[in-house]
């Protein structure tokens, strides 16, 4: 089967800079992506002069649907939803439910983009709650899926075990992991321990032929390697996460500063470079940019509300991506299958 010619849906307005790395975050995925076509949804006048700004005056794969409003990082999602659909971000959600586009990236307001995908776009048949899903780095240099990461507060076990599902199919299809180690984050790797939805969702899984489960791992193995696959309920999901960025910003600081107290910190610097440049890659936060919300009838990539354009550009790659192996079929595939295995 040859693969998609993926045409996104760009949310231009949202996030804390806007068009300030969106466009020039667009102008670089089309450059990469031959056959990429682009939706900007936004203030059409303001982009297409800041574009101009950037040397570019027309582009044949750039496209334009303009909304009068935005959504702000400070609305709430009920209000966004009730009141903003004539904004950027309801248009790139709507360009994906009408298929004119195959997805959707937003650096908008993360509630906002979680009620209105939910909204526009429904869920997969079999699943509940969507899960924000996004790749971290590990040890042994293979990217861990883990999911939730804050769409869903409160997950009970069904819920956890959907998500087990979903990132299954996002390591196997989007990274190519055979039959990826599945592990439920908690207190501790004795059965003993967690709470009872921890505890059924464990039991669910263990039960589960197709999915390739391998128990409790505590969250000092996150970046280890020993998993694939780590599912947790949206708020663990999204406490680890921010945790995890703030100590990789920390690292990074504090081995800058240790080069500059040191004597010769010219020359240490320089000799250091190599070094220090190959562990921020290793650890950046941006490179890792680009949450999926998964269980959607559609693809909907969210952006760090803050990106940079190599931040926002690393959410457009990950879209493309999601687009060429047709994630959503995919997991509506699987999961109809392990409902089947199930009854």
């Known amino acids: 089967m040859q693969p998609l010619k993926p045409s996104l849906a760009l949310d231009m307005m949202g996030g804390d800079f806007g068009p300030r790395s969106t466009i020039p975050a667009a102008l670089a995925a089309l450059t990469e992506f031959p056959e990429l076509e682009l939706t900007f949804c936004g203030d059409k006048p303001l982009l297409k002069r800041l574009l101009a700004e950037s040397g570019v005056n027309a582009h044949p794969r750039i496209h334009f649907v303009h909304s009068d409003d935005q959504?702000?990082?400070?609305?709430?999602?009920?209000?966004?939803?009730?009141?903003?659909?004539?904004?950027?971000?309801?248009?790139?959600?709507?360009?994906?439910?009408?298929?004119a586009v195959h997805a959707c990236v937003s650096a908008?307001?993360?509630?906002?983009?979680?009620?209105?995908?939910?909204?526009?776009?429904k869920m997969l048949n079999g699943v509940e709650r969507p899960a924000l899903v996004s790749a971290l780095p590990s040890c042994?240099?293979?990217?861990?899926?883990?999911?939730?990461?804050?769409?869903t507060v409160n997950a009970d076990a069904d819920t956890l075990f959907q998500f087990a599902v979903m990132g299954a199919v996002m390591a196997e299809e989007v990274i190519g992991i055979r039959a990826?180690?599945?592990a439920l984050l908690n207190m501790g790797e004795e059965e003993i321990k967690g709470s009872d939805q921890i505890k059924r969702a464990s039991q669910l899984l263990q039960e589960c032929r197709d999915l390739n489960y391998i128990g409790y791992i505590e969250g000092n193995d996150i970046f280890s390697g020993k998993a694939d696959v780590i599912v947790c309920d949206g708020f663990v999901g999204n406490v680890a996460l921010k945790t995890c960025e703030g100590v990789a910003k920390l690292i990074l600081k504090r081995a800058q500063q240790g080069?500059?107290?040191?004597?010769?910190?010219?020359?240490?610097?320089?000799?250091?470079?190599?070094?220090?440049k190959s562990l921020y890659q290793?650890?950046?936060?941006?490179?890792?940019?680009?949450?999926?919300?998964?269980?959607?009838?559609?693809?909907?990539?969210?952006s760090h509300g803050n990106a940079t354009k190599d931040a926002?550009?690393?959410?457009?790659?990950?879209?493309?991506?999601?687009?060429?192996?047709?994630?959503?079929?995919?997991?509506?595939?699987?999961?109809?299958?392990v409902l089947i295995d199930k009854a």
Not at 285 to 302: E, F, H, T, W
Not at 316 to 335: G, H, T, Y
Request: net charge positive; hydrophobic share 45%.
């Open 71 to 99: 959504v702000s990082m400070a609305d709430k999602p009920s209000l966004a939803l009730r009141t903003k659909r004539d904004s950027s971000m309801r248009h790139a959600l709507d360009l994906v439910e009408q298929g």
């Open 108 to 121: 908008g307001n993360t509630g906002a983009l979680i009620a209105m995908a939910h909204y526009v776009l």
């Open 140 to 151: 042994n240099g293979k990217p861990v899926y883990m999911l939730d990461l804050g769409a």
């Open 180 to 182: 990826p180690r599945v």
């Open 259 to 276: 080069v500059k107290q040191r004597p010769f910190a010219a020359l240490l610097s320089w000799l250091c470079k190599p070094a220090l």
């Open 282 to 302: 290793g650890v950046n936060p941006d490179q890792y940019n680009g949450a999926s919300l998964i269980g959607l009838r559609g693809i909907v990539v969210k």
């Open 312 to 337: 926002f550009l690393s959410a457009i790659r990950q879209a493309v991506c999601e687009v060429q192996r047709q994630v959503p079929a995919k997991i509506k595939d699987r999961l109809e299958q």
